[in-house]
């Protein structure tokens, strides 16, 4: 938040990439030692603002789960922003984008520590409000349209979320999540479960699970490329990353049919929009909705294997997403288009560039030895464990699908012709754009990361589900702090 | 917590979303502001017992801050949201002339999709983000 104050007031753009990059670095090593912490020291790292006792106090907690996604997003945030530094796009044109990719990040890290219902809900709007600005910033027709819709539709969100906020407080007289694990339980069961659906269809729309999704693929094309990327590796995670403490914390109560079964449709409604579509983003956007599909999946099964595999998919999706786009961004940028029928022949240009999209590609789709093949085979293995063969089989038809249509990009995008017809001595695509492609290959190579060691991620799933699922040491950790 | 305060809620509720789901800016930004204040009258009306003001000092019982820290918190957001929403709608006029919320791309491409009536190549339209 420093940092984007700071970048208000200094408007020249180098000295505004300096601040951006010293202030998001400086970030991630916190949280890098919050993340420790967690590993070896406590298992939950709390702090109450002011000291005040815990059911009044600004608690910013972090269990594993929190810093391992705060440590993400901060690094994807950072590898992201040389990306746009690299385009040349509005980050140099408008002297508003780094203060407010800033506080996008500030959002985004702020809802995973927070501690309190109202604090995530201070966090979202902080993330969200930087997330329309950033998505209309180059103020393009489609941009202006686009945005209208997710504006709209956001604030609908942020006013289903407040209710809820409003009624938890009013039925438990705390929105503190140490305190209200408690008080939730002693509430009638009609009451429970109407804020606990509430909560759900605020954090649902956030999420873009079925059948709140319809926002995302009419809004997320419309951005800049290294915006969409941001957008859509954190932001829908945030959603599901508050789905699942919303049903581990606050309403412990194992599996929920309604969850599994939302997660079942998300995952094959998500994919065949994906097939049906001719534009990359416009597909990858549609992709995002059917992963969160296995996500929510994990949480819906809700046995600690089942947690550790939504660790892990959060993990491997938001590394591969933002490849997947950022790749699609340079695509692009070198050429002007984004669509099937305007691009082709990619991989006659850069091999390189065919490859730094085959990986998340196919890891996407969950072939081994890539990190999705491990986050699948975890799902799946656990839906089979608790017999629920229709999920099963969702999953492994979404699988084969988004196979499909990965398919479909590559001979659309990278086979076949090259159009638009370029020179022959025209230089390498990666080489005309080395920050946008130091920045795709490192999380390339990031994605790569995870499925090479995919076991010491694994085992810190495990114990993070383990600390999930026993929300007594995250409410003892924040009294007792 | 009296009757017609809960009765307000409801009609401020319904309101804003009938706006909100109208075609014009305009009306979807007074809907968005209509429900934003049915969302903060939703807080203190569930939230707050009637009493004295909450500093110390006054006397009889005072009421519960905590919701009208949330409440101010929530209005303040909601304020910057219609804010940057008018910013949006202003922009949305100069470009189309009207503030009419256009459909979604993929609505426009198969209406005109159906709208052709003798294509018989079969192959829609590709025209998709970039109009």
């Known amino acids: 938040m420093l940092g984007a104050a700071l970048n208000v007031v200094v408007r020249r753009p180098v000295a505004q990439r300096l601040v951006s990059f010293a202030v998001l670095t400086t970030s991630l090593a916190v949280a890098v030692a919050t993340l420790i912490e967690t590993i070896s020291g406590d298992d939950v790292v709390a702090s109450r603002l002011g000291g005040w006792p815990s059911n009044i106090a600004i608690t910013l907690v972090a269990d594993r789960l929190s810093a391992v996604m705060t440590v993400i997003a901060l690094s994807v945030s950072a590898v992201v922003l040389l990306y746009a530094v690299g385009q040349r796009g509005v980050d140099k044109t408008s002297p508003v984008y780094h203060p407010v990719y800033l506080v996008l990040v500030a959002g985004i890290s702020q809802a995973f520590y927070a501690g309190d219902l109202f604090n995530m809900f201070v966090a979202f709007e902080l993330l969200l409000m930087a997330s329309y600005v950033l998505m209309t910033l180059e103020a393009r027709d489609e941009q202006v349209r686009s945005g209208a819709t997710y504006v709209v539709l956001n604030v609908i969100e942020s006013a289903v979320f407040l209710s809820a906020l409003g009624l938890v407080f009013a039925a438990t007289g705390t929105v503190s999540m140490a305190e209200l694990p408690e008080r939730l339980a002693a509430l009638p069961d009609g009451v429970r479960t109407g804020i606990n659906l509430l909560l759900l269809v605020a954090f649902g729309m956030k999420a873009a699970v079925f059948p709140l999704y319809f926002w995302l693929p009419d809004a997320y094309p419309a951005a800049p490329s290294s915006v969409t990327a941001v957008l859509a590796g954190l932001l829908t995670k945030v959603g599901a990353y508050a789905i699942l403490r919303t049903e581990t914390l606050l309403f412990p109560g194992g599996q929920s049919n309604l969850i599994m079964v939302i997660a079942g449709v998300t995952m094959i409604v998500g994919v065949v929009g994906a097939i049906s579509h001719r534009n990359v983003k416009r597909i990858l956007s549609f992709h995002i909705v059917s992963q969160i599909g296995y996500i929510v999946m994990g949480i819906g099964l809700a046995t600690e294997a089942a947690i550790a595999a939504t660790v892990f998919s959060l993990v491997h999706h938001i590394l591969v997403k933002t490849s997947l786009f950022l790749v699609g961004g340079i695509v692009e940028h070198v050429t002007g288009e984004s669509s099937f029928d305007k691009v082709g022949g990619m991989v006659h240009r850069s091999g390189f560039l065919g490859v730094l999209f085959l990986v998340p590609a196919l890891s996407l789709a969950g072939l081994p030895p890539f990190s999705g093949f491990l986050a699948k085979f975890l799902l799946i293995r656990e839906g089979l464990d608790e017999a629920r063969w229709w999920l099963v089989g969702a999953a492994a038809v979404a699988g084969i699908l988004t196979l499909v249509s990965m398919t479909q990009i590559w001979v659309g995008i990278f086979w076949g012709e090259v159009k638009p017809a370029v020179e022959p001595h025209v230089r390498g695509v990666l080489r005309q754009v080395p920050l946008m492609s130091t920045a795709t290959i490192a999380i390339v190579i990031a994605t790569l990361l995870v499925a090479a060691f995919a076991g010491p991620i694994h085992d810190f799933s495990m114990s993070a589900a383990r600390v999930l699922l026993d929300p007594s040491i995250y409410i003892e950790a924040v009294r007792g702090s | ?131």
């Open chain 2, 1 to 131: 917590m009296s009757l017609t305060l809960t009765f307000l809620i409801g009609v401020l509720f319904a309101s804003g979303t009938y706006l909100v789901l109208q075609r014009t800016m305009t009306r979807i930004i007074i809907g968005v502001g209509v429900l934003a204040n049915g969302v903060n009258f939703l807080i203190l009306a569930a939230g707050s017992r009637q009493g004295s003001a909450p500093i110390v000092g006054v006397e009889g019982e005072p009421t519960d801050p905590v919701p009208q820290a949330l409440i101010l918190t929530a209005i303040v957001i909601g304020f910057a949201v219609t804010a940057f929403l008018a910013a949006l709608a202003w922009r949305l006029h100069g470009i189309e002339g009207s503030d009419v919320v256009e459909d979604d791309v993929e609505d426009r491409r198969n209406d005109r999709i159906r709208s052709v009536t003798d294509d018989t190549s079969g192959a829609p339209d590709h025209e998709d983000v970039r109009e």
